[in-house]
């Protein structure tokens, strides 16, 4: 079973404004150090804003990654899209979008949005991996990639307590790094979206959701053949078709 964590958070007063103004600190730091061309100085906010990582014994540190793993996949990754963006307004608009997933996504603890999270976390990552590193190593994408798709399925499967959540996970982090070392020799975009990104993205989705269905018993053969349908046929045409929407060859 799941140990219980007890988290006590303020629910109003001056104490909840100044917890929701603590947790704001983080993305209005990260718009302006961007704006101001500081973006390195702004990835590192984002990793020392989760110091409390560090704040137990070592041997726990590697747990403690491993759960704060998205939430550090996502900051990273907005601050990445911001500064891939010469509009202030639209580095505005991804501020406070990392304001809903802090305030509301994150600390959410329900199934469905705890796959989301997990679902955004691997999504962000690997949308910003091929947007800032598409010149890189392939060696270099392909292991990224894998402990993305990794964590992501560590966090998914975590909530509903699997028995094989390591080996499973296991296995799609590598099938994300297969698929990026075979896909990575020839990259192919969709606007800003490599084509990696898109198939491990289609494919986990609806691989999450026949899991999700599977594990509240509420998976019938109509529900997987439409499921499974609908992933093949994604895959299929894209791969068809890459030549008339992908506008970019890396």
């Known amino acids: ?19 929701i103004l603590l947790v704001l600190i983080v993305p209005i730091l990260a718009l302006v150090l961007v704006s101001l061309n500081f ?5 590192s906010i984002i990793v020392l804003s989760k110091w409390r990582m560090f704040a137990v014994r070592p041997r726990f540190w590697a747990a403690n990654i491993r759960a704060n793993a998205i939430d550090l996949m996502v900051g990273l990754s907005i601050v990445a899209f911001m500064s891939h963006s010469d509009s202030f307004v639209v580095r505005l608009v991804w501020a406070a979008l990392y304001s809903v ?19 955004i976390g691997q999504l ?10 598409a010149s890189g190593p392939i060696y270099g994408l392909t292991l990224l990639t894998g402990l993305f798709c990794y964590l992501a399925a560590r966090h ?13 996970a296991y296995t799609w982090g590598y099938f994300g790094a297969a698929l990026a070392w075979l896909l990575s020799h020839w990259l192919i975009y969709y606007k800003n979206i490599s084509q990696v990104t898109v198939f491990l993205s289609v494919i986990g989705y609806g691989i999450a959701v026949l899991y999700y269905l599977d594990h509240f018993n509420k998976l019938n053969k109509t529900y997987k053949r439409v499921i499974i349908s609908s992933m093949v046929v994604i895959v299929v ?10 506008d970019k060859v890396v």
């Open 1 to 19: 079973m799941r140990p219980i964590i007890v988290k006590l958070k303020p629910t109003g007063g001056f104490a909840y404004f100044l917890h």
């Open 39 to 43: 973006v390195q100085l702004a990835l």
């Open 101 to 119: 997933w802090l305030l509301y996504i994150k600390p959410s603890s329900s199934d469905i949005m705890v796959a989301s999270q997990a679902f």
């Open 124 to 133: 962000f990552a690997l949308i910003a991996l091929y947007l800032t590193w």
């Open 156 to 168: 998914f499967l975590e909530t509903f307590e699997e028995p094989y959540s390591r080996l499973i």
């Open 237 to 246: 045409a894209m791969i068809a078709f890459s030549g008339w929407w992908g």
